[in-house]
């Protein structure tokens, strides 16, 4: 049975919606951290509703942008093909070896974000981000969103991955990127074991950890096995007073987060090997 192009569609609006809605309404309902930060009806601060606008204007600007370039750039990686791709490759077997092939591309891609100072530059966009929750999972500057575009198109061309396989695999990181980031508390007894398959808030919330040890670990996206496999994981475990964002560095506004890659980079987390520096107020 082949996966059309109509399914998978209909499969990413769906999931996606569905996750969104579960966990944005879990994580209101009952926090893992109960932050002023964490808009709530009745309950909310100033603080909490600016930086609510800044995550949906960041995914808003995305949105807006796909249309005119990562989609344009994914239809077209997906429709050259230099005819090598094997026949036992069709049909849903052919499927589960992409996810896995683009799940491990965008692990060594998240990585990269966090070793490589350029790319740095953009992906700190999300990470200064001092709480986390489904909107943190959409909280992304639109150059990095077109770098990996544009890189990904590369992986695409490269296994000759059908614009369904990735629209399935999109579906699957939105889905995994909203569970990860969110707030909602999640019982022990269910988490730890789906922490040894799958990205889950207890290994993504020390991802976003203030400490720089803490952020250059567990770039999974989906699945957590790619992290042990590469000596990734962090040891350290979550906690509830866990200060999110980046080290030695505050949050910033909507206009000064665009420009953020362009300019100075004054307190910016170094790459893994250096030492920080000091922020500037």
Do not use: C
Not at 8 to 19: D, E, G, P, Q, T
Not at 102 to 108: G, P, V
Not at 227 to 240: H, I, V
Request: charged residues 20%.
């Amino acid at each position: 049975m082949e996966v059309t192009l109509e399914t998978a569609l209909a499969f990413k609006s769906a999931l996606v919606l569905a996750v969104f809605v579960v966990f944005a309404v879990a994580e209101r309902w009952r926090p893992a951290v109960d932050s002023p930060l964490l808009v709530r009806l009745g309950r909310s601060t100033k603080e909490a509703w600016r930086r609510l606008t800044k995550n949906v204007g960041l995914f808003s600007l995305n949105a807006l942008l796909s249309p005119l370039i990562v989609i344009p750039v994914t239809y077209w990686a997906s429709g050259f093909s230099f005819g090598l791709r094997p026949a036992f490759l069709d049909g849903w077997w052919g499927l589960v070896v992409d996810i896995l092939i683009l799940d491990l591309w965008i692990y060594w891609w998240h990585r990269a974000n966090h070793e490589f100072p350029i790319l740095w530059r953009f992906h700190q966009v999300h990470h200064l981000d001092e709480l986390l929750d489904t909107t943190s999972a959409v909280r992304f500057h639109f150059g990095e969103v077109v770098l990996s575009a544009l890189v990904r198109a590369v992986v695409i061309v490269a296994f000759d991955i059908s614009l369904t396989a990735v629209i399935v695999f999109e579906a699957l990181v939105l889905a995994s990127a909203i569970f990860h980031h969110s707030d909602a508390e999640i019982p022990g007894w269910l988490e730890r074991p789906l922490a040894k398959v799958i990205i889950t808030p207890s290994i993504h919330w020390v991802h976003h950890h203030a400490i720089r040890a803490d952020t250059d670990s567990n770039y999974g996206t989906i699945f957590s096995f790619w992290d042990r496999l590469f000596r990734s994981k962090s040891s350290t475990e979550r906690f509830a007073e866990m200060k999110i964002g980046v080290e030695r560095m505050r949050d910033r506004g909507f206009v000064r987060l665009l420009w953020a890659p362009f300019g100075r980079q004054p307190g910016a987390a170094p790459p893994a090997n250096d030492a920080p520096k000091p922020a500037r107020r």
